[in-house]
Each structure stands twice: as C-alpha cells, then as structure tokens.
C-alpha cells in the first residue's frame, strides 16, 4: 500500500522538486499551492502525512496546522 503525502507550497519549483523526490520513492503524492487548495484536498481524501509550508499567500501554516490537527 502506498502512503498518501499531502505537500502544500506556493513556490512551483520547490513543490515540483520535492514532489518528484518523493513519488520516486513510491509515495502517492497530493499537491496543494494554498490554505485554501489544502482545505479541497482534504475533502478529497485524507493523507497519512502533510508537509505543510509555513508562510502561504492565503493563510499562516501554524494556524492551518491547528485546523489540521482539530478537524483531521
């Protein structure tokens, strides 16, 4: 079974960089750019980690964290 791995950035390339690092080690791999995008991937399915940026354009991630945590 592969291991779900939410990743929620803004920059592209780093997003891009790590996301190929990751699938090339057989994780699924779900992206996310914002707070909001992350709250959409969330009703989607539900990861087994979050890699979570802390500085968003829509939202701070410690708070999204705490959400995170709360409702997951």
């Known amino acids: 079974m592969k291991h779900k791995i939410l990743l929620v950035d ?3 390339e780093l997003r891009k960089l790590l ?3 990751l ?7 779900l992206e ?8 959409t991937a969330f009703t989607n399915t539900q990861p087994d980690v979050v890699l979570l ?3 968003l354009p829509d939202a701070d991630g410690l708070d999204l964290l705490s959400a995170i945590k ?3």
């Open 70 to 72: 709360r409702n997951w």
């Open 10 to 12: 803004d920059q592209e």
């Open 19 to 21: 996301s190929e690092s």
């Open 53 to 55: 940026d802390l500085r």
């Open 32 to 39: 996310a750019v914002d707070g909001a995008s992350l709250k």
């Open 23 to 29: 699938r090339s080690r057989n994780y699924d791999v």
